[in-house]
């Protein structure tokens, strides 16, 4: 029973043996930012287990919730990255898990959906203008250069066209986890850095339209619009 017993319990441990390879691995710096998995054939022969043996350890990291399966297609990472918002004196905010993105987007989705709506019953000529020259500079960004920050001064031009300064600062405070969260998201779609989404500058365009047509109602409606996309461009989900 004792020669039974030796013999087996290698074959009982193999899971977790994969398991503690597997966690090493994404505890490694180029995995800190998230990203697509290997497909599982590739990652058995590299552990060298059948495919049956991977799966369970998979399957124990998607329940601590490293990875997450998008629509049942690929594995990928989770972003790990202790953020703390330097311009606010908030704790324990980061950003962890794919749960964690979206809340944060829930909350960008409220935030910037009263800024935009501000912002065009206010429809003040200057502050228009730089939204204008935001949204242009996402037309025409040199090669190489990331889409994130003209992204994100497109968000913020919108911000501070409502003249109040709360707004501004409660989205430079998110900036570190929302550029997080846009890396992973084109990592999950496989687009580069420095590509930018059509469908992105459309919502954009939309929302410019609204503000500088003085139209609260729609401004609010079409920024909503743009920060559920955002949701599905995610995980392909909607946002509750």
Not at 174 to 182: C, E, G, P, S, V
Request: with cysteine; hydrophobic share 45%; charged share 25%.
């Amino acid at each position: 029973m004792d020669e039974i017993s030796q013999h087996a319990r290698p074959l009982k441990d193999l899971p977790s043996h994969v398991l503690a390879r597997l966690e090493a691995m994404l505890d490694a710096p180029a995995w800190q930012g998230g990203g697509r998995l290997p497909p599982e054939a590739e990652l058995a022969r590299q552990f060298g287990v059948s495919r049956p043996v991977l799966r369970k350890a998979l399957m124990t990291m998607r329940e601590a919730g490293r990875i997450v399966s998008r629509r049942g297609s690929a594995n990928f990472v989770q972003p790990r990255a202790d953020v703390v918002p330097s311009a606010a004196d908030i704790q324990g905010l980061s950003i962890q898990t794919v749960f964690d993105m979206k809340r944060c987007m829930r909350f960008r989705q409220v935030v910037e959906c009263a800024a935009a709506e501000d912002a065009a019953r206010l429809c003040d000529l200057e502050a228009i203008a730089n939204i204008e020259e935001a949204h242009r500079r996402m037309l025409t960004l040199m090669p190489g250069e990331g889409v994130f920050e003209a992204d994100f001064a497109f968000h913020m031009a919108v911000a501070r066209a409502t003249r109040n300064p709360y707004f501004g600062f409660a989205l430079g405070a998110m900036r570190n986890q929302i550029k997080l969260t846009m890396e992973f998201t084109r990592k999950l779609q496989e687009r580069p850095p420095d590509q930018v989404a059509p469908r992105v500058v459309e919502e954009h365009g939309r929302v410019l339209e609204a503000i500088r047509a003085g139209d609260p109602a729609q401004a609010r409606e079409v920024m909503n619009f743009h920060m559920k996309q955002s949701v599905i461009r995610l995980l392909g989900e909607e946002s509750e």
